[in-house]
Structures are given as C-alpha cells and as structure tokens.
C-alpha cells in the first residue's frame, strides 16, 4: 500500500490514496466516546501491495494505478499474467485490479 500512495503522490499530486488489495481477517468492534458500537473489518495484506502498471492518458485513454498482491507460483497463472508482472519485475501476482486517478 505504501508503495501505491508513494507512486500515486508523485505522479498526481491531486490524489491522496489509490486503494488497498488484501484478504478479510475478521472483524472488530470500536467504541466512541458516547458508548455506541462500529463495526470494522480487518483486511491482512501479506506481502503487501505492489504498483504493476501505470496508465497514463497518452497511452491508455485514461489514468490509472494497477496494483497487484498475493505471489503465486508461476504455473498457477496463465503466460500473459506472469509476462505482465515479470515485465514489471515483480513475482506472478494472483491479484491485479485498477484504481483511477483523478
């Protein structure tokens, strides 16, 4: 996550947060000064998030982050997935999504 905010912030400096790739676990309660209850939920991102791609408006019409998370093996994933992150230098990725900037 922090890698995205850092890529994000350099690149658009109007954006403050892109987004976060991880996996449930589990939830939590938190108490406010009035004694009322908010449900959270814990998201674990083992590993962390890794930037794989940036789309810019030039190039792809649109400006985005990619983002990756949750290193597989390579055979899990199929040849066009393990190119694309390998071209980005990062292990295969089960995981990609994209978040807009701006």
Not at 12 to 35: N, Q, S
Not at 47 to 53: H, I, K, W
Request: include cysteine; charged fraction near 20%.
């Amino acid at each position: 996550m922090t890698d995205c905010v850092i890529f994000c912030a350099l690149l658009y400096p109007a954006c403050h947060w892109v987004g976060i790739l991880g996996t449930k676990a589990g939830m939590m309660r938190f108490w406010d000064a009035e004694g009322r209850c908010s449900p959270a939920t814990m998201v674990a991102t083992f590993g962390g998030n890794a930037v794989t791609q940036l789309k810019t408006p030039v190039r792809d019409g649109y400006t985005a982050v990619q983002v990756g998370y949750d290193a597989v093996k390579q055979m899990k994933l199929s040849k066009p997935e393990v190119g694309h992150t390998a071209k980005a230098g990062l292990p295969p990725l089960r995981h990609l999504r994209e978040f807009r900037v701006g």
